[in-house]
């Protein structure tokens, strides 16, 4: 049996409030320049081991970065807004203005660092070159700052980045929008790449209908072995066409093998959030999918295209075979998880689909697998082998078995490892009858048994703070498996006064790490949940 760590305060409502209490997370520090660190007793400190888990919504954080030396022999490069291609020579104090140029000075294990700002190019970036195994080209942001690349003077049928049969590139931390016909798009024999903590929003301003067009990130062609993890994309629209029927947050149309789909958060595209029309088997994990087939008009959802969470299929042959686990879907204007005529049998494991416009689940091959997965609402037609899932077990799903069902927290900053939020949303609460009643599919579990849907029920960790100290600076540090914490600080107890540290955290060997400058006087450090 599971045990519940935390305190609820109040009953299964949309606003959950956990309390949880520790005598570890906090840590108190004698900030002399020139003495030595000292810990106050914690236990001397009852207030400071109270901290809330409250949900909240803080918009988008698209990634922290940890500079990292180069390899041997490979370059950096260096973009900004206030660059010059011509007089620029691509250093830090002479960087080149585009994407473009850099992309045209680079070569295998090369870093280009973009530096924080709006670029305006006035056409697309297209991308020939290539890397290779163990010697990626990076595009970064570069560390703690934001590049953000507005397409807004490109001519109908640009995209913002086209990779032509471009191989061995990692491309992170941007936020790329107001394209012409795509985004970032992936064509030809385009392989072995790494799309990364990307934000990615209204694109398709000049796209007409009937070609697949207004796609965040698509992958087309024969590419394979693509990794398309933790981005954000949402909002995109082909917004010439009359029902928004092209655009889509992530499109694979590739016969390439070995393409994963993780941990990305789609919503509020006119037509799917993620669509596999004729792509070859894939993974697709721990992903979050809702409100796709609208767009937003002020404050109002209009009515726009298909509004699939995960579309499966298409029109050729040999397409399906995806294997999709610990996904959520909710609100999509039509189906959560959709066939759509897809020929090989695919596997969905414990994934929760929660009141999506028609049907939830949409299948009618004989050969599919469904394990462990949740439904909440209208199921739709499920075909294939269904055992151990909420539809077919003696089990009853509502709201009390879910500790929030809060979406608005949804977009919250991301963990600093790129991961998404840890949230309270469509989690399973303690006392829910949906616990321990899933079977072994390899994925893995607590308990007796795995639980049904996307997340197994967990003790929360209490994370404890370490610290060392850097020459004039404190290092704090807690391990990476409690995520969702914010390091808080005070000067004194009479009054308490407790204030989030402005300095942003990093990963280091599994650690999450904020460093802060130390100065005289006495502080106090805590994480907050």
């Not at 490109?154 to 016909?181: C, Q, T």
């Not at 985004?183 to 990307?198: D, F, Q, R």
């Not at 704090?476 to 969702?484: D, F, K, P, R, V």
Request: net charge neutral; charged share 15%.
């Amino acid at each position: 049996m599971k045990t519940e760590a935390v305190k609820q305060t109040n009953d299964h409502s949309q606003s959950n409030h956990q309390e949880f209490i520790t005598t570890t997370a906090v840590v108190g520090v004698n900030l002399l320049r020139t003495g030595s660190v000292t810990t106050v007793n914690p236990l001397t400190v009852t207030e400071a081991f109270r901290s809330t888990l409250v949900n909240t919504s803080h918009g988008i954080l698209l990634g922290l970065f940890i500079l990292a030396t180069t390899a041997h022999g490979a370059a950096t490069r260096y973009v900004s807004p206030t660059g010059n291609d011509s007089t620029g020579n691509g250093s830090i104090n002479a960087p080149y203005k585009t994407l473009q140029k850099a992309h045209d000075m680079t070569g295998a294990g090369d870093t280009i660092y973009m530096r924080g700002g709006t670029y305006f190019p006035a056409a697309q970036t297209t991308i020939t070159r290539s890397g290779s195994n163990g010697n990626y080209i990076k595009v970064f942001a570069y560390p703690g700052e934001t590049p953000v690349i507005d397409a807004i003077n490109h001519p109908a049928g640009d995209y913002i980045i086209r990779m032509n049969s471009a191989s061995w590139w990692h491309i992170k931390g941007l936020e790329l929008k107001n394209g012409a016909k795509n985004g970032l798009y992936l064509a030809g024999s385009s392989s072995n790449n790494i799309i990364e903590n990307n934000n990615i929003h209204h694109i398709g301003r000049l796209a007409p209908g009937g070609c697949g067009c207004g796609t965040a990130i698509a992958i087309y062609g024969t590419g394979g072995n693509n990794l398309v993890l933790n981005n954000d994309v949402h909002d995109n629209d082909d917004a010439l066409s009359s029902d928004g029927g092209g655009a889509n947050g992530i499109n694979l149309v590739t016969t390439g093998t070995g393409n994963v789909i993780r941990g990305n958060r789609i919503w509020r595209n006119s037509d799917d959030g993620i669509d596999m029309w004729d792509a070859a088997p894939a993974l697709i994990e721990n992903n979050w999918s809702w409100e796709n087939g609208y767009t937003l008009v002020g404050s109002n959802l209009v009515v726009r295209g298909n509004g699939v969470g995960y579309k499966l299929g298409g029109s050729a042959t040999n397409d399906g075979g995806h294997t999709v686990r610990n996904n959520l879907a909710w609100l999509n204007r039509v189906n959560g998880f959709h066939e759509n005529s897809g020929d090989l049998p695919i596997t969905l494991y414990n994934n929760t689909a929660w009141n999506n416009g028609a049907n939830n689940f949409t299948f009618f091959h004989s050969g599919n697998t469904f394990r462990n997965n949740i439904n909440f609402g209208s199921r739709g037609n499920v075909a294939g082998s269904d055992t151990y899932n909420s539809w077919t077990l003696p089990v009853t799903v509502n709201s009390a078995d879910f500790a929030s069902l809060d979406y608005t927290v949804v977009t919250a900053p991301r963990n600093p490892d790129g991961s998404l939020p840890t949230i309270n949303f469509l989690r399973l609460v303690a006392a829910s009858d949906l616990i321990n009643k899933g079977t072994n599919v390899g994925i893995p579990f607590n308990g007796s048994a795995p639980d049904l849907g996307a997340y197994e029920y967990y003790v929360p960790e209490v994370p404890t703070l370490s610290w060392m100290r850097s020459g004039n600076n404190l290092v704090i540090s807690w391990t990476n498996a409690a995520l969702g914490y914010t390091l808080e600080s005070t000067l004194a107890f009479s009054p308490v006064s407790w204030l989030p540290v402005g300095t942003a955290p990093v990963m280091v060997s599994g650690q999450i790490t904020v460093t802060v400058e130390m100065s005289n006087g006495a502080a106090f450090y805590r994480l907050k949940k």
